[in-house]
T-cell receptor, first 111, second 114 residues
Framework: SQQGEEDPQALSIQEGENATMNCSYKTSINNLQWYRQNSGRGLVHLILIRSNEREKHSGRLRVTLDTSKKSSSLLITASRAADTASYFC???????????FGKGTRLHILP | NAGVTQTPKFQVLKTGQSMTLQCAQDMNHNSMYWYRQDPGMGLRLIYYSASEGTTDKGEVPNGYNVSRLNKREFSLRLESAAPSQTSVYFCASIPSGSSYNEQFFGPGTRLTVL
C-alpha cells in the first residue's frame, strides 16, 4: 500500500478562495514534500518540510506538518486558474531515499 | 541543460513484446527513479538507483528490470509486456542519495499494451 494518502481526492473552488488539501502517512519520516502536476506533464516540486518543522511558507503556499498525527496539509491562498492541477505529497520510505507518493488531490479552480 | 529526458514519448506494444524505456539526466545527479502512474493511483515507485552501479526495488517491481548504465542513464525494461503495464512512466532524479532533495521529473512515456 502507498505511504501517503491525500484528502480530498478532488476539490473544486472559486477563483480567489483558499484551497486546503491534506496528506496522511504511515511511517516515521524525516521530511515531507509536496508536488504539483499539470495535466499530462511531469511533477514539479513545490515545497519540502522537515520533521522538526511545524509550518513552512512559500509565496501563496503554506504547509503544516504534525508528526504526532502523521499528517500534513497544503494551503493555497487566493487561488488562481493556473493552480488547477493535481497535488501530491511525497515521503521517504523507511527514512531513506526511496521516495513514495500519495494518490493526489485533483484541484479545479472555477472562474 | 535539458534536465531529465525520456524516450520514447509514446509507445504501443502487443502483449508479450519487450521494450526498453530510456531516461537520461544532465544535472550530475546521483539518484534516479522510475515511477508508473495509473489513473487514480498516483505515482508508484518501480525501481530506483541511489548511485551508479546500484539498483533497488520499489513498490511495484514485478515485470520490470532496470539498468543504471552510467551516472547519466537509467533504463527500464519490460521483458514481456502485459496489458496491466499500460501506464504513464516517469523518470526522476535527485542530486544525492538523500530524501532532503527535490526530485526532478522527466516528461513521461505513455505506454499502451494491447
Amino acid at each position: 500500500s502507498q505511504q501517503g494518502e491525500e484528502d480530498p481526492q478532488a476539490l473544486s473552488i472559486q477563483e480567489g478562495e483558499n484551497a486546503t488539501m491534506n496528506c496522511s502517512y504511515k511511517t516515521s519520516i524525516n521530511n515531507l514534500q509536496w508536488y504539483r502536476q499539470n495535466s499530462g506533464r511531469g511533477l514539479v516540486h513545490l515545497i519540502l518540510i522537515r520533521s522538526n518543522e511545524r509550518e513552512k511558507h512559500s509565496g501563496r503556499l503554506r504547509v503544516t506538518l504534525d508528526t504526532s498525527k502523521k499528517s500534513s496539509s497544503l494551503l493555497i491562498t487566493a487561488s488562481r486558474a493556473a493552480d488547477t492541477a493535481s497535488y501530491f505529497c511525497a515521503t521517504p520510505l523507511n527514512r531513506d531515499d526511496k521516495i513514495i507518493f500519495g494518490k493526489g488531490t485533483r484541484l479545479h479552480i472555477l472562474p | 541543460n535539458a534536465g531529465v529526458t525520456q524516450t520514447p514519448k509514446f509507445q504501443v506494444l502487443k502483449t508479450g513484446q519487450s521494450m526498453t524505456l530510456q531516461c537520461a539526466q544532465d544535472m550530475n545527479h546521483n539518484s534516479m527513479y522510475w515511477y508508473r502512474q495509473d489513473p487514480g493511483m498516483g505515482l508508484r515507485l518501480i525501481y530506483y538507483s541511489a548511485s551508479e552501479g546500484t539498483t533497488d526495488k520499489g513498490e511495484v517491481p514485478n515485470g520490470y528490470n532496470v539498468s543504471r548504465l552510467n551516472k547519466r542513464e537509467f533504463s527500464l525494461r519490460l521483458e514481456s509486456a502485459a496489458p496491466s503495464q499500460t501506464s504513464v512512466y516517469f523518470c526522476a532524479s535527485i542530486p544525492s542519495g538523500s530524501s532532503y532533495n527535490e526530485q526532478f521529473f522527466g516528461p513521461g512515456t505513455r505506454l499502451t499494451v494491447l
